[in-house]
């Protein structure tokens, strides 16, 4: 007598449908990265209608796999498993991330509001912004040495922005977001017993979630660590 019953024919179609919220977000990362797919198209519609619609209907489908694989878990059980950790993550993710993106944070920081770091090289991209200071993002601060260029330079990368633009008294950078490109640029700016720094989103109409705040904390902390 076999040991398990047989697979039902629908088992890996639920499945690969728990699947498919995944797999629509990788193709649209890989759209904007690699093929020129208009961010506006890739993210705005692929992920967050598409995909974020998918991932319910992905949750429902889970469920009736689990069902099904209720009945035979030696046979069916990893049908199930799989179909929920997929579905599941999907879910959680763009719960999490909505949540993240509807906080009111701030895309333009900088440790020094009453005299921010201006762009110079990027200054066209960030005309008419007003920073956000410390009080808003306490993570942006000011370091109370005068570093050098080179380690402004190097806190910099170590930041992850690669360097655009370098002078004796102030140093840029450009940041892109590792999923669809999203850049934020920033600006070291050097003074005798003071180093202030500023970081900007680009997009002024998405919510970053907070990134600008949190990128400004990176480049802070690694100034702090040059300059020792």
Avoid at 56 to 71: H, I, P, Q
Wanted: aromatic letters at 6%; proline letters at 6%; one cysteine or more.
């Amino acid at each position: 007598m076999p040991s398990s019953k047989p697979v039902p024919a629908v088992l890996p179609w639920l499945t690969a449908l728990a699947a498919a919220p995944l797999v629509v977000i990788v193709a649209a990362v890989a759209a904007t990265r690699f093929g020129g797919v208009d961010v506006g198209l890739a993210y705005d519609v692929l992920t967050w209608t598409v995909a974020r619609g998918l991932a319910w209907v992905a949750l429902a489908a889970a469920l009736v796999v689990a069902g099904l694989a209720f009945r035979d878990l030696k046979g069916r059980g990893l049908y199930a498993v799989a179909a929920l950790v997929m579905a599941g993550a999907a879910v959680a993710g763009f719960q999490v991330q909505a949540a993240s993106l509807a906080a009111d944070t701030p895309r333009d920081v900088t440790s020094n509001g009453a005299e921010p770091p201006a762009f110079s090289r990027l200054a066209a991209l960030h005309r008419g912004q007003t920073p956000a200071g410390s009080d808003a993002c306490p993570a942006a601060r000011s370091i109370p040495t005068q570093v050098l260029a080179q380690q402004a330079a190097s806190a910099l990368v170590d930041a992850g922005f690669p360097v655009v633009r370098a002078t004796t008294f102030e140093v840029e950078g450009v940041h892109e977001g590792a999923w669809f490109g999203f850049a934020h640029d920033a600006v070291v700016r050097i003074r005798p017993g003071r180093t202030d720094i500023r970081v900007a989103a680009r997009d002024r109409i998405r919510p970053d979630g907070g990134a600008a705040c949190r990128l400004a904390g990176k480049l802070a902390d690694a100034l702090e660590a040059a300059a020792r």
